[in-house]
């Protein structure tokens, strides 16, 4: 499955939740929404207003989610 957080610079969340997939060995890419407005445009047609945005198959959702990450592995 691949795995990609939508992130912003200096976003606490966005941090944590890459600390908490590294953790698990999870691997995942990393597009930042201030660079990329292509991605930034998906995610805000998903409806998402927060960063991360963590998209992982057909699963996603936005915010620290450790109770998601958890499922992932």
């Given at each position: ?15 944590a ?15 930042d ?8 445009a ?13 998209i992982?198959?057909?699963?996603h ?8 990450i958890?499922?992932?592995?």
């Open positions: 499955m691949s795995i990609t957080v939508y992130s912003k610079p200096a976003c606490v969340q966005c941090t939740t890459t600390r908490a997939l590294q953790a698990r060995g999870i691997e995942f890419d990393v597009v929404l201030t660079q990329d407005e292509t991605a930034y998906h995610v805000s047609g998903l409806g998402y207003r927060q960063a991360p945005v963590v992982a198959g057909d699963a959702w936005s915010g620290f989610r450790p109770d998601l958890g499922q992932l592995s």
